[in-house]
């Protein structure tokens, strides 16, 4: 019986460049193949991928399978889970990492549905056991209020999707060598049941929220569409970006694509001011990475504090335009 060994990353592509959450997915398990002895392969599939197969070997991979086909443009369910299917039944790697994005949660269920084995969703920590050899799986459940710890014991290979921005990429390094496989999809277009009508591209003015140094976070006590006014004021002297807990992003005052938290967007960036938010587990979830937490709230016992670094007990209409002018004091000097 064929040995598992290794472990694969499923690695995904945007814009001709491997996606940020790929980065980090090597860096991961660049760390979990050194702790086991052995090698970090990756896959890339999808349409015109191939020459992102080298960075991925500059990010850490030994290996890379390039599955490149014009079937695999678009990310479509049934090609993807064939194709990846394919690939590690190919590979039989012990540890299967993906991400936690769109593709990831839809991707892995299936997969291991059909290995016949089990997975861990979202996990913000990964190590191997080092009695055991067994890949730890750390995730948050009681919606972030606690952290558990899964294992896989029987069956093969261990997948974890992992949360974006829970791990950190490795300095890319163009010198590192590595082996190119090119596989061929082999796909029957019968089987593909979607099709893919039409595309629409976010647009983003400023930085993107997951990519912030400094976030400005607001919650339901701004009261409403125009105090988000002000925390753009704030954001731009940190040419940083703004974002919102769930109950704004609900009542219409910001659009949904800026919330923060368990059902929103995960940031971790070196500032992140929270104001007139409470601080729920729900909330914390998508922000505890961030270096600094600066909390202005008006309710001391708000969970906030607890959580902050920095905390300021005041109504925020009377000290973020004090706090503002002061930013932009201490920056132009």
Not at 31 to 54: F, H, P
Request: glycine letters at 10%.
């Amino acid at each position: 019986m064929a040995e598992y060994k290794d472990v694969l990353i499923l690695g995904e592509v945007t814009d001709g460049k491997l996606a940020a959450i790929t980065c980090e997915l090597l860096g991961c398990g660049r760390r979990l193949a050194n702790e086991l002895g052995e090698k970090l392969s990756a896959v890339l599939i999808g349409s015109g991928v191939s020459d992102t197969a080298k960075q991925a070997i500059a990010f850490g991979a030994d290996k890379v399978y390039v599955v490149d086909d014009p079937l695999l443009k678009d990310y479509r369910t049934d090609p993807y889970v064939a194709v990846t299917k394919k690939v590690i039944e190919q590979v039989m790697p012990q540890i299967l990492l993906l991400g936690q994005t769109s593709i990831g949660r839809d991707l892995a269920p299936r997969l291991a549905f059909r290995l016949g084995t089990g997975l861990s969703m979202d996990c913000v920590e990964l190590s191997i056991d080092p009695q055991t050899k067994l890949l730890l799986q750390t995730r948050a459940v009681y919606g972030g209020n606690a952290r558990a710890t899964f294992t896989c014991e029987a069956d093969r290979p261990q997948i974890a999707t992992v949360r974006p921005k829970a791990m950190s990429p490795l300095e890319r390094d163009d010198s590192r060598q590595g082996e190119i496989v090119v596989l061929e999809a082999a796909i029957d277009p019968s089987t593909i049941r979607i099709e893919v009508l039409e595309k629409v591209k976010e647009e983003v003015e400023g930085v993107k929220l997951e990519d912030a140094e400094a976030v400005v976070c607001g919650g339901r006590g701004i009261g409403g569409a125009e105090g988000f006014k002000q925390l753009e004021d704030l954001a731009k002297v940190l040419k940083g970006a703004v974002g919102a807990t769930r109950p704004p992003c609900d009542n219409g005052w910001v659009p949904a694509t800026i919330q923060v938290g368990l059902t929103g967007k995960i940031v971790t960036p070196d500032i992140y001011i929270a104001v007139a938010l409470s601080g729920s587990s729900q909330h914390m979830t998508g922000c505890s990475g961030a270096k600094n937490i600066i909390a202005i709230n008006k309710d001391t016992e708000a969970n906030i504090f607890r959580e902050a670094r920095f905390g300021l007990a005041a109504d925020w209409k009377q000290a973020l335009p004090a706090f503002t002018e002061k930013v932009k004091e201490l920056l132009a000097g």
